[in-house]
């Protein structure tokens, strides 16, 4: 049977990926630093705005007699305190009255005069134009104290970033989500990934101890030193080494299935084939007259290709093969009846045995009813779920009506045949 | 040299299983056993005993077995079996990429590590320690020359002393892979797919037919009885068998 070309992760490929994350990241994050940098500034501009005197408030405080025009006191104080000056210019242009005007500035000026400073300085100084009727209030303010610049844009432009603004906000909110969740994920898989390390070490630590007591134990049993009694006790804890051996193995799986950590290490290949392999592999090992192993495999179903993780499929298979033959004991011997059908694009695999069956419980537990229930006494099966769930296919636990029980799995078959 | 008198290196960290490892080697019979608890202690005892097969933990306090490994393998091509705690597949594919010969996961039946230090001898330094034996395989009073793929009987003798079946006869390729591949099973189930791969080198169901066809020629020439085989036995729905 030949592997399929599977390819090794590009691993370049995923530095580089994650450069250009890392990267977007934080030109995001200085952009939006920025933004909140600009945002407390513009805040503080309340506590920098200078309160200048305006031609209004100027307008209001100036009162006319035969004489001319006349200023308050307050509004004089008030503009000498500031440094500021006022002057009140006729239609000609003329000024008609001013205070504290500069001695540089002229007394009369013209239309294009007016024009310009009402945009920009008067000789240097910062003006503000107000028009009353048909004259012109100027106040100014000190020299270098206020910058003035025109700002004019085209309303269609204004209507496009009215437009803009909304997908803008959208855009903005989306990409807060998708990296608050790649974020989450992160820490979520780090975290997962310690975990899954510190099962893997633990489980680490107690094989080599746990060699030490299985091989003693075998030289026992084997050994002529103990008296037969001794020896079926050596033989038992040989066995409860075997047991734990076989835990240790299913708690590394079932943390990394848990956490979908395993890659799955797919390859096509025939099921029949691997159901032959696992099924002669324990008639082999059982003792003469134990176990009773039926084939039902279609005709069809012998060409049938899966692409999987085979190994994983095969642990499955030798899980629910235990689980049989563990709950058969009281039966005495066990009968296995494999079953592998071909069902349009995808493959079923029925496990069904004369078993005790499974208590209703279980059932919800194994038939996913019930998630939230630890699966501490069904982990060989807790393997089988996952094992299956995690290609994608579809598991089903229940009772034959004839006693026993079943496990049906379904599978999405490969389209390629397997080519030597 | 006899297998047993392979010297054999055991690099672990753990005293205790280093002892039980070279207690039980000893007792199956390997005289010269050697150990080392770190890779520097390995280095300087290769040096020293030049072992013939390494049995070496993955992790040791001073490195890893992998490197370890690599630096021996510079010296010499000495066989290496991976005592490993972990069963991940990674440490695994480095390892045999590396030249491991074998690999074990801990905790271990010590017979299956003995079988497969046996096999690694064997098939390093060749030794033909009884396999000329193997190659002749009897079946009651059938003996099949697997060098020469002659079967020969002897006393076949039929009640009515009809028509006997010559007293030798060769096998086709197709039946000496067959049988070739279940003695090397003996005893064991041998599925119809592992068959259709030793013999066409193909693991395709196609060749069912042609499998039956082939087996029951191969039993008309080793069996007394075709019909009621004693030997190769059919294991309904998996495979074959030879006991």
């Known amino acids: 049977m030949k592997k399929s070309v599977s390819k090794a992760h590009p691993i370049k490929l995923r530095i580089l990926s994650y450069s250009v994350f890392t990267f977007a990241m934080i030109a995001w994050m200085t952009l939006t630093a920025n933004l909140i940098i600009f945002f407390i500034i513009a805040l503080h501009y309340q506590q920098y705005r200078p309160a200048y005197i305006t031609g209004e408030e100027v307008m ?8 001319g025009y006349v200023l308050s006191d307050r509004m004089q104080w008030q503009l000498e305190e500031k440094g500021q000056w006022a002057m009140l210019l006729d239609g000609e242009g003329k000024v008609i009255w001013s205070y504290a005007k500069p001695a540089e500035l002229k007394d009369s000026y013209s239309m294009s005069d007016i024009a310009r400073m009402s945009r920009w300085y008067l000789k240097d100084y910062p003006v503000y134009l107000r028009v009353y009727d048909d004259r012109i209030v100027v106040v100014g303010t000190p020299k270098l104290s206020m910058w003035k610049y025109n700002v004019s844009f085209p309303i269609s432009w204004i209507e496009y970033c009215e437009h803009i603004w909304y997908w803008l906000l959208l855009f903005d909110f989306l990409w807060i989500l998708v990296l608050a969740v790649i974020f989450t994920r992160r820490w979520s898989k780090s975290r997962e990934a310690a975990r899954i390390e510190w099962i893997a070490g633990i489980s680490h630590d107690i094989r080599t101890p746990l060699a030490v007591a299985l091989g003693y134990a075998d030289t026992l049993v084997d050994g002529s030193l103990l008296s037969e009694e001794e020896r079926q006790q050596a033989a038992v804890i040989r066995h409860q080494c075997l047991v734990m051996k076989e835990l240790i193995e299913d708690l590394n799986l079932t943390s990394e299935l848990e956490s979908s950590m395993q890659a799955l290490r797919k390859e096509r290949f025939h099921p029949a084939a691997m159901l032959r392999e696992v099924a002669a592999g324990f008639l082999d090992d059982a003792e003469e007259g134990t176990l009773e192993i039926e084939m039902d495999i279609d005709r069809q179903a012998e060409e049938t290709v899966l692409f999987a993780d085979r190994k994983l499929l095969v642990r499955a298979l ?7 033959l563990r709950h058969s004991e009281q039966a005495g011997a066990a009968t296995v009846r494999i079953s592998l059908q071909e069902e349009k694009r995808f493959c079923r695999i029925v496990f069904s045995d004369n078993g005790i069956g499974y208590s209703e419980e279980m059932l919800c537990r194994l038939n996913g009813r019930r998630r939230k229930q630890p699966v501490q006494n069904i982990r060989g099966l807790g393997i089988v779920c996952k094992s299956v769930q995690a290609h994608g296919g579809k598991i089903t636990f229940g009772n034959g009506e004839a006693g026993g029980s079943y496990c049906e799995m379904r599978f999405q078959k490969s389209c390629c045949k397997i080519r030597n | ?22 207690g039980f080697l000893k007792k199956e019979g390997f005289v010269q056993v050697v150990t080392a608890g770190s890779c520097q202690e390995a280095r300087t005892v290769f040096e020293r005993e030049h072992p013939h097969l390494i049995l070496m933990d993955v992790m040791l306090p001073d490195g890893d077995g992998f490197s370890l490994l690599r630096k021996l393998h510079e010296k010499s091509e000495v066989p290496v079996i991976f005592l490993s705690a972990r069963d991940e597949d990674e440490n695994r594919l480095v390892g045999l990429g590396l030249g491991a010969d074998d690999y074990v996961t801990k905790p271990f039946l010590p017979r299956e590590l003995i079988l497969r230090i046996l096999a690694v001898l064997k098939r390093v330094y060749r030794v033909r320690d009884g396999a000329e034996d193997q190659r002749v395989i009897a079946l009651g009073d059938c003996r099949i020359d697997l060098r020469s793929g002659v079967v020969s009987r002897q006393n076949v003798r039929t009640e009515t002393e009809e028509i006997q079946p010559p007293a030798e006869v060769t096998l086709t390729a197709k039946e000496y892979a067959i049988l070739e591949k279940l003695a090397a099973n003996r005893g064991q189930i041998v599925t119809i797919d592992a068959l259709c791969e030793a013999v066409w080198k193909d693991g395709n169901y196609g060749y069912e037919n042609t499998l039956i066809v082939h087996i029951r020629r191969l039993r008309e020439k080793i069996e007394q009885d075709a019909s009621h085989p004693r030997h190769l036995l059919t294991v309904r729905g998996l495979g074959y068998k030879l006991v």
């Open chain 2, 1 to 22: 040299m006899n297998l047993y008198e392979y010297r054999i290196m055991i690099v672990d960290d753990e005293p205790e299983l280093r002892r039980m490892v070279a």
């Open chain 1, 318 to 324: 030798r899980n629910l093969f235990h689980n049989s």
């Open chain 1, 60 to 67: 209001e405080e100036l009162t006319q007699n035969e004489q």
